[in-house]
């Protein structure tokens, strides 16, 4: 009877993890939702702001800009011949979006060698880690969720560059304006 009710438990609480929280342009509800014994997002968002001083809502906005809380999310496939579907525009992949290569070199400075990108936890701990590398090559403030986007988005030499292709400001405008709105929707609710 006990081994049924960890099973099925396990299993609750896993497929949990394998969709994106049903509300998640207000951070509360997000980490209400993902607050389980396996599963503990606003505990790893914590993690990864004590780590990296990024603050919570910033790494979530970034977060929610980029794959919309969604832990499979890829960018959609271009098309051969205008209907054939064909390759993908880049290798970004899972939460954070992260690409390939650069999810190896994150692997590789922080030793996390089972980390993946479709873990919420492995995820906000790679924002972190980036936007603080943001912080360190291009002298970003850790608070500046408007050019650590930037950055994030158009990579460390991208952003030193000023290469901000059309449309990616105003990305970073939106991926501002979550932060903000998850900062005063996390100070009312306490987390």
């Known amino acids: ?69 969604q832990p499979y999310a890829r960018p959609p496939r271009t098309k051969l011949l205008g209907f054939i579907p064909w390759t993908r525009a880049s290798t970004a992949y899972g939460y954070a979006q992260a690409l390939d290569g ?28 980036y936007h603080n590398r943001s912080h360190l090559k291009n002298g970003i403030p850790l608070t500046d969720s408007y050019n650590l986007y930037l950055a994030y988005y158009t990579g460390q030499a991208g952003y030193a560059r000023g290469e901000f292709g059309n449309g990616v400001k105003q990305t970073a405008q939106k991926s501002a304006g979550m932060a903000a709105k998850y900062e005063a929707q996390l100070r009312s609710c306490g987390y």
């Open 1 to 69: 009877m006990r081994i049924a009710f960890f099973i099925a438990l396990l299993t609750v609480s896993l497929s949990a993890c394998a969709s994106a929280p049903s509300r998640v342009t207000n951070a509360c509800a997000i980490f209400e939702q993902r607050d389980g014994l396996f599963n503990n997002w606003a505990r790893d968002a914590k993690k990864a702001e004590r780590e990296f001083g990024v603050p919570v809502p910033i790494l979530m906005a970034t977060i929610y800009v980029e794959s919309g809380f």
């Open 102 to 129: 650069t999810w190896l070199t994150y692997k590789q400075d922080t030793g996390r060698w089972s980390a993946s990108r479709t873990d919420f936890g492995d995820a906000v701990h790679f924002v972190g880690w």
